[in-house]
């Protein structure tokens, strides 16, 4: 197979963040923020990188353990959709996390096709914990991914929370994970876009939650932010066709229901 590729990204909770930059308080608390000002869409990226998460993210937190051969077929298809990175498992022990057990199998199983990157997570739980973004950015952590993995921010905490953190870190090292919790998912990426945020984690057909926030579910959908952005004129390089084709496929293997609107408009129309 070659060899595997270390951990190249860190997931910081977004809720951390808030706690440590003490502006803005508990987000569970209440604390709206002030009414943002009325302005023109300025300054979209041309581009945006999507860093698909749903064969992990998104695998890792469904209850069912879904099977190798279907996690590899999984991951074949999103290779064909355009998609550049495409998180495929975690190298965490299978006790706490038994979803991704076959950690090894997937990375030997799958076609890894030229051009797309195969990241894998190795947390450290401390780490996670621990650390804030200042200090993954001077331990070398080239991309920090800011996430909202109960899905509670809103626009006006996401344009506080990235005006702080991007006082210490360059935008170029900083990426988006929101979670759709409370439908707040597509709104606050856009705000990330307007602060200049040019890669956003999403999730196939909106798998799986995140495992450091109980009870948290709904990963932002792949096809719905692509839906956006194409909306937006940005490119991204995926056919939102063929990733609406991948997220059928996990859903009918699972036996779920998508949680991408946009599949839904597209697929259940006319189906009792
Ligand atoms: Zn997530």
């Given at each position: 197979?070659?060899?595997?590729?270390s951990a190249v990204k860190h997931c910081l909770s977004y809720q951390q963040l808030l706690r440590e930059h003490l502006w803005i308080g508990d987000p569970g608390a209440g604390v709206l923020p002030a009414p943002v000002q009325a302005t023109q869409l300025p300054g979209l990226p041309?581009?945006?990188k999507i860093v698909e998460v749903g064969p992990r993210d998104g695998l890792q937190n469904e209850k069912t353990i879904v099977p190798t051969n279907i996690k590899i077929e999984l991951i074949n298809q999103l290779s064909q959709t355009g998609l550049s990175v495409i998180e495929v498992t975690s190298f965490v022990s299978a006790k706490?996390?038994?979803?991704m057990?076959?950690?090894t199998e997937v990375m030997k199983g799958?076609?890894?096709?030229?051009g797309v990157h195969y990241p894998v997570l190795t947390p450290n739980l401390q780490g996670f914990h621990r650390a804030v973004s200042k200090k993954l950015y001077g331990m070398g952590c080239y991309e920090i991914s800011l996430g909202d993995t109960i899905g509670v921010g809103t626009p006006g905490n996401m344009k506080k929370m990235l005006e702080s953190v991007m006082k210490e870190i360059p935008l170029s090292a900083l990426a988006v994970h929101c979670h759709d919790t409370?439908?707040?998912a597509l709104a606050n990426i856009l705000t990330a876009l307007q602060m200049g945020i040019s890669v956003v984690d999403s999730s196939v057909s909106g798998l799986g939650g995140c495992p450091y926030a109980k009870g948290a579910t709904g990963n932002v959908a792949t096809e719905d932010v692509i839906y956006m952005l194409n909306g937006l004129g940005i490119n991204t390089?995926?056919?939102?066709y063929k990733v609406m084709e991948a997220g059928n496929f996990i859903c009918m293997a699972v036996n779920k229901t998508t949680n991408s609107k946009v599949a839904q408009?597209?697929?259940?129309?006319?189906?009792e």
């Open positions: 197979m070659g060899n595997v590729p041309e581009y945006v706490w996390v038994p979803q057990a076959d950690h799958i076609d890894q096709r030229p409370y439908g707040q390089g995926v056919n939102l408009a597209s697929f259940n129309v006319g189906i």
